[in-house]
């Protein structure tokens, strides 16, 4: 009998072979020119014909095929070079895969491109076999017009364009009758485009001898390429009607990415920008296809309709969130005996926390836990918080250290400041248990051993508690609900912790208040494995769930407050800290964020204000009346709900009473905070916190540190450490 094993390894080489060139052919962006052919064609003819299959079938997989896996096929050496290269943004081809990329190429693109003079007519054959054509000269030599500055955006541009026109002369639109402007205006979103994202490869491309509009006049000049592109796509969108108006409203959203890049012209800026670019792309997408789905009349309603359908979705989306939130994140009851009790260290990070500092430590001590020691970490403060914590904590009797003040030593460059000063204590001890506690928080005698009883029950190796926020002054009882509004109302945290913190891009932590198992803590590296990074918690649950490790996170309000901020100023400071990292550095994630905020927090009053005003502004009894009366009663139960969410959450997060009647101006705010943090972010504006910048390139992005990662000694005794 023969040995079938060579026959197996062809059909898996086959296979795999198969794979890479649908990787090289991007299917993240079919849909980036499949859609202009189908929208050209149903703008035109709104039918569903052969030469509207025909053209979505080729504009898929085989164009794509012939436009970026050329491209892959003859940029391997640079790719090779280049770490952003993969996944969506393309494959690797090796030399050795071109025999079969150009079969692939033939067998999907020729017969098709045929049919389409069959089935499309002599205009739409020929414009679709130009579309091939740009394509091809785009990579293949000796055109190649991708190293041609200027001409690369051009042709890359009409990569989108020229599928529009095909589709419309499919349709039967006469080629002197194709809307220029319109077609203008994508051209020049296409140019701007691809400048924008030529900005990133700069040193890779000009590493590799490779010419581009970037490598031509530099990173800022292109941006300014990009703006005006922009500019004048949504400006001839504008030229449309009222539908255009909001086109161009759309549109214009992308000059922020460029406008990024003005401000700081650098490598990590302009990569941001693109990631927000492939994200936006499909927000716009969504939008605009609403706007041509109303045009063709597959979707109607009246304002009244949209404003309570859209705020009941939203209140309804809020009130589920909250109460499936209310149910996973319940605690169990302590029941850890002493007897059984891991001994547990807990790590006081403080920067300048003078002030906060006696009634922290005051609680810890407090602790109705037998085996708990402190270690409060000295982050560099100036204030005299290292002397005053050294004059709290109780003598440490000889030879048996139980608490302890570690002042860090010098930061090395890569690490914040927060994820250096808790690595430091987590250094310091041997303890089983770590539990990371900020200096603004205020813990209840049961609190360590009701996380404790968390963490071991619910076989967890981290589990952060939600505290309450202490909100004594007014601008706090005003501003501070509009984080839970946000965490409680519209991040499904009911779905992450039944999970258990998976997948790992979901997972979450609440930073005042982390429970690690220190076995856990040192097997994904700890604070090391994330130290770049501004947003230490977060990052922090999904290093261990990267690592199959257990995150659960629970409701704390009656373990803790914490104070974050003691001001209006401290509270916008923070949305302008926090908000743009909080949603991945991406403008696409932000835009959506506000959105839903908008939606779940805003519309229902603002839906009840304007149905109620329409259906008075009537004359009584008329069909328009009557038309806005019919959907009051839905407006005002988005309203209840709306109010019923928002009473539970302040039950769950013992909020003062005041804090529920200032909901409607809480919410305007918060979002109108979030927005200034998204434009600042994405501008690049300085932030600082407790006196220390945050953003710079070599703190904020662990990929550019190039720092060795320190190991956390596993068997360092406790007697050392202190």
């Not at 890479?20 to 569903?48: E, K, M």
């Not at 609190?447 to 981290?462: I, P």
Request: aromatic share 8%; glycine share 8%; with cysteine.
């Amino acid at each position: 009998m023969s040995d079938p094993g060579g026959l197996t390894a062809g059909t898996a080489t086959a296979a795999s072979t198969l794979r890479l060139l649908v990787a090289s052919s991007r299917p993240f962006s079919w849909i980036n020119t499949a859609l202009p052919y189908a929208a050209g064609a149903l703008l035109v003819d709104f039918q569903v014909t052969s030469s509207l299959l025909l053209g979505v079938v080729y504009f898929l997989l085989p164009y794509n095929l012939l436009m970026y896996g050329v491209n892959d096929l003859f940029d391997y050496a640079s790719d090779a070079a280049n770490p952003r290269k993969g996944s969506i943004e393309g494959a690797r081809l090796e030399p050795g895969t071109a025999r079969a990329l150009w079969l692939a190429v033939a067998l999907t693109n020729l017969p098709l491109l045929a049919a389409m003079f069959v089935v499309g007519g002599s205009a739409a054959g020929l414009c679709c076999l130009l579309a091939a054509a740009a394509a091809l000269i785009y990579s293949a030599p000796p055109l190649r017009t991708k190293e041609r500055p200027f001409l690369d955006s051009l042709t890359s541009a009409s990569h989108f364009v020229l599928p529009a026109a095909c589709g419309m002369l499919a349709a039967g639109l006469a080629p002197a009758a194709l809307p220029w402007v319109p077609l203008a205006g994508f051209m020049a979103w296409g140019v701007a485009s691809h400048a924008l994202g030529a900005i990133q490869d700069i040193a890779y491309d000009r590493a590799a001898g490779i010419g581009s509009i970037a490598t031509a006049i530099g990173a800022r000049p292109t941006a300014a390429v990009s703006v005006a592109g922009y500019a004048l796509a949504a400006a001839a969108a504008a030229t449309l009607g009222p539908a255009g108006w909001v086109a161009a409203a759309i549109l214009a959203s992308y000059l922020l990415l460029p406008l990024s890049v003005l401000v700081r012209p650098d490598e990590r800026q302009a990569r941001r920008a693109w990631r927000s670019f492939l994200g936006m792309n499909l927000l716009a997408g969504f939008l605009l296809t609403q706007l041509l789905l109303r045009y063709w009349g597959v979707i109607t309603y009246t304002a009244a309709q949209l404003l309570a359908n859209v705020a009941l979705a939203g209140a309804g989306l809020v009130l589920a969130n909250v109460a499936l939130n209310a149910v996973a994140l319940r605690r169990r009851a302590p029941t850890v005996a002493d007897a059984a009790s891991p001994s547990l260290t807990v790590v006081l990070p403080c920067r300048n926390e003078r002030d906060r500092l006696p009634a922290a430590l005051d609680a810890v001590l407090r602790q109705d836990y037998p085996r708990i020691r402190i270690i409060v970490v000295d982050d560099d403060s100036t204030d005299g918080t290292l002397e005053l914590a050294a004059r709290l904590l109780p003598d440490r009797p000889p030879n048996s250290p139980r608490h302890g003040v570690v002042p860090v030593p010098p930061r090395p460059e890569g690490w914040t400041g927060k994820c250096w000063a808790a690595w430091q204590g987590a250094e310091a001890t041997a303890d089983d248990l770590v539990l990371f506690l900020d200096a603004d928080t205020v813990l209840e005698p049961l609190a360590a051993r009701a996380l404790v009883s968390e963490l071991l029950e619910g076989r967890h190796d981290l589990v952060s508690g939600v505290t309450r926020y202490a909100m004594p002054s007014r601008a706090e009882r005003v501003l501070m609900p509009g984080f839970g509004m946000l965490l409680f109302g519209l991040i499904p945290l009911w779905l992450l912790t039944g999970f258990r913190g998976r997948p790992s891009a979901l997972a979450f932590a609440y930073g005042p208040l982390i429970l690690v198992s220190r076995e856990a803590y040192v097997a994904v590296g700890g604070h090391a494995a994330i130290r770049g990074t501004e947003h230490d918690d977060v990052a922090l649950a999904r290093a261990f769930a990267r690592e199959g490790r257990s995150v659960g996170t629970v409701h704390a309000a009656d373990l803790g407050a914490t104070r974050h901020y003691r001001s209006a100023a401290e509270i916008a400071a923070a949305w302008r800290r926090l908000f743009y990292p909080s949603v991945g550095y991406s403008l696409a994630a932000g835009l959506a964020t506000l959105g839903v905020f908008a939606i779940a927090w805003l519309l229902p009053a603002v839906a009840a204000i304007m149905i109620g005003l329409g259906a008075v502004a009537e004359p009584a009894g008329s069909t328009a009346s009557t038309a806005w009366t019919a959907h009051l009663p839905a407006a005002l139960l988005s309203l209840g709900l709306l109010a019923l969410a928002r009473i539970i959450l302040a039950i769950r997060g013992r909020e003062p009473a005041e804090s529920v009647l200032w909901t409607p101006f809480t919410a305007a705010a918060t979002l109108a905070m979030q927005a200034r943090g998204l434009v600042g972010g994405l501008l690049g504006a300085p932030v600082s916190w407790r006196g220390r910048v945050l953003g710079s390139p070599s703190v904020s992005d662990p990929a550019h540190s190039q720092d060795p990662q320190p190991r956390l000694t596993p068997d360092r005794p406790a007697e050392e450490n202190t």
